[in-house]
């Protein structure tokens, strides 16, 4: 079975800190990576994706890929605690339509 | 700029009641999706639409039916509401395959 696996967390960081978020998948075929960001109470929010092995920087946000380890990771740099939420990465698989799967996500506490 | 809505954003149904949910897009995106999402069990796909004229079932379809109505909409019907399915709703929609998807701010379902 194909899977996307994140620890659920929380992952608890002071202000201003690097906050890293990891992710891995069993499809080695898997062709394309996002990273969503979810409030509690409301609905995903892009943050990132990324295609190609490597990183990939937005503003405080670097999204890492490393196919051959199968991990997609996220960093979040001078993290606030507006920054607080659950973090969802999603993976399109290989075959079919290429639809997203999602892991269960990592909820980020930022405390001051 | 709308992006995706929902309707209803809440809804309480009695056992056995039907509803259907509505979702509409206005990106012109091809391909939308409804995704359920339980406390600890992340996004589960129940039905998706790759293009108009299509549907597919995801990882949840039972007790659901769909209608892809035209390229904006796509409509979520539940014909016998179960206490099992109160969860939030997510219609999501994506211009083409390795794209991001683009999510609606949910429909908060309660069966009693």
């Known amino acids: 079975q194909k899977e996307v696996e994140q620890n659920s967390g929380p992952l608890s960081v002071p202000e201003g800190a690097i906050a890293s978020l990891n992710c891995t998948y069993s499809?080695?075929?898997?062709?394309?990576f996002f990273w969503y960001r979810q409030y509690s109470g409301k609905s995903p929010e892009l943050i990132m994706f990324?295609?190609?092995?490597g990183d990939k920087e937005d503003g405080r946000f670097t999204a890492q890929l490393n196919k051959a380890s199968q991990y997609v990771s996220l960093l979040i740099r001078d993290s606030q605690p507006s920054d607080s939420a659950t973090y969802l990465c999603a993976v399109s698989l290989s075959g079919g339509s290429y639809i997203p799967t999602f892991g269960r996500g990592t909820s980020l506490i930022v405390h001051p | 700029n709308a992006g995706v809505t929902q309707t209803p954003k809440f809804q309480v149904l009695k056992t056995g009641q039907s509803m259907t949910l509505q979702c509409a897009q206005d990106?012109?995106?091809?391909?939308m999706y409804w995704y359920r999402q339980d406390p600890g069990m992340g996004l589960r796909l129940i039905y998706y639409?790759?293009?108009?004229?299509?549907?597919d079932k995801g990882e949840v379809p039972n007790g659901y039916n769909v209608s892809r109505l035209n390229k904006r909409e796509f409509s979520l019907r539940l014909e016998s509401a179960a206490p099992s399915q109160t969860s939030v709703y997510f219609c999501a929609s994506r211009s083409a395959d390795y794209q991001p998807q683009h999510f609606g701010d949910g429909t908060r379902l309660s069966i009693l």
């Open positions: 499809d080695r075929g898997s062709q394309s």
């Open positions: 990324i295609y190609s092995n």
């Open positions: 639409s790759a293009s108009e004229g299509t549907t």
């Open positions: 990106m012109n995106h091809n391909s």
